[in-house]
């Protein structure tokens, strides 16, 4: 039932492309994409967790601002590009998280003045290699001199999950968003006398009686099959919102890290992603 | 948008980044409101540290409140006594004292940035990313 990726045209213009893919897709799917994120992944937690008490920090990207209530000794400001999901971060904390749409490549803060910043799941909707080592580059900007910055992306190489991406397969790729839609009733009503009719079939097929009669009926229940089997395609069509990735490569986010002047201090896998903790030198 | 949050955000213009007038931003025709919170006498000590103090007074000052002293506090501990009214001073300003509504503008470029529903938005024009 899963709807594909597929791959995106070629040598879109940038902005263009982060615009159509990445921002008006995610104030799009803005409130049930942040249903589905809620969990903190282990290793951002233990990065968060591990800085000194009270360092102060940005969360370039923070989507719900799932993030900014794990360590609570920590001052951190979370920007987002999507005004739908700095909304959602602003009511699910009560107003409690530092929260701004910004762009990740023109961020309001002073360079050298933060202690950290993480980029979780970002930095790979930028549309071509030179703007992620920008966005990497000016992240490290607003860090003092050893500060650092923890950045995750997205990996080619996942295999063992869902999707099954693996080297050699195209980076740059669409994935679908298939929204759920909020007015369920209709089809709830239909799914109801569906399976209603199901029961009354099985209890006459149990007695071995032949439904001669009801014929009129059935081709009337047809009609309303095919109607609705033409409103849930035309609705999927309607709800599947496709967001620009780049997968990255192994190796890949170290070498984009370097480019951007900063030292990579750690690195590792985890959950189909390549994260990377850079320094700023 | 809490008060403190003034001390950490600046205009978004590269060509502002050189000037000492992109920080801080002027706030204008804001609403503010006062919200209770816990008071966490380590963290305004630590933040304190942080701050830069001028700004402080600046941005204060756009919101009407001049009554504060020309140079940062100093020797705050938060175990000592005489440290807790000041302290509590400033949980008052920078933890709950949030703007609601308002503009933010830069100094330098004359930007305006606004702040709706307690969000700042910083987002460009495209002709000035």
Redesign the interface.
């Known amino acids: 039932m899963s709807v594909p990726s597929i791959a995106i045209e070629k040598a879109l213009e940038p902005?263009f492309q982060e615009q159509e893919f990445v921002h008006s897709v995610y104030n799009d799917i803005a409130s049930h994409f942040s249903q589905t994120r809620y969990k903190p992944w282990p290793i951002v937690e233990d990065f968060l967790k591990t800085r000194p008490?009270?360092s102060?920090g940005l969360d370039v990207g923070c989507g719900n601002g799932k993030y900014l209530g794990v360590n609570e000794?920590l001052?951190m400001?979370g920007?987002d590009?999507s005004?739908g999901l700095?909304?959602c971060g602003?009511e699910i904390s009560k107003?409690q998280y530092?929260?701004?749409?910004?762009?990740g490549?023109?961020?309001?803060?002073?360079?050298g003045?933060f202690d950290f910043a993480i980029s979780i799941a970002v930095i790979h909707h930028f549309a071509n290699e030179d703007r992620r080592i920008e966005a990497i580059r000016h992240i490290l900007s607003k860090l003092r001199k050893g500060g650092e910055l923890l950045v995750y992306c997205w990996a080619l190489e996942q295999e063992n999950s869902r999707r099954g991406y693996k080297d050699g397969d195209e980076q740059d790729i669409l994935i679908p968003w298939v929204l759920q839609k909020k007015q369920e009733k209709k089809p709830k009503v239909k799914k109801q006398r569906k399976s209603k009719k199901t029961a009354i079939e099985n209890q006459l097929d149990s007695l071995d009686l032949k439904a001669t009669e009801p014929k009129a009926d059935e081709m009337e229940e047809t009609k309303i099959e095919e109607e609705k089997v033409q409103d849930e395609q035309k609705a999927k069509e309607e709800q599947t919102k496709y967001r620009y990735y780049h997968l990255y490569k192994k190796g890949e986010l170290h070498e984009n890290a370097i480019k951007a002047g900063g030292s990579v201090v750690r690195e590792g896998y985890e959950k189909d992603n390549w994260w990377c903790v850079i320094k700023n030198e | 948008?809490?008060f403190?949050?003034t001390n950490?955000?600046?205009?978004?213009?590269?060509t502002c980044?050189s000037s000492l007038e992109a920080?801080p931003l002027q706030y204008s025709e804001c609403e503010l409101v006062q919200?209770e919170q816990e008071f966490n006498p380590?963290?305004i000590c630590?933040?304190l540290d942080?701050l830069d103090w001028q700004a402080v007074i600046k941005v204060a000052k756009d919101l009407g409140n001049t009554s504060l002293p020309p140079n940062k506090p100093e020797d705050i501990d938060p175990i000592m006594e005489d440290s807790q009214a000041i302290l509590r001073d400033l949980h008052t300003l920078l933890v709950e004292t949030?703007i609601v509504e308002g503009k933010m503008i830069c100094r330098n470029c004359e930007h305006i940035?606004y702040i709706k529903?307690?969000?700042?938005?910083?987002?460009?024009p495209?002709h000035l990313?």
């Open positions: 902005n008490d009270y102060i000794k001052y400001i920007t590009r005004d700095i909304t602003h107003g530092n929260v701004g749409v910004a762009d490549l023109n961020l309001p803060h002073e360079n003045k | 948008m809490k403190l949050t950490f955000v600046k205009c978004a213009i590269k980044d920080f919200e380590e963290f630590h933040m942080r949030r940035y529903n307690s969000i700042p938005n910083f987002l460009l495209p990313c």
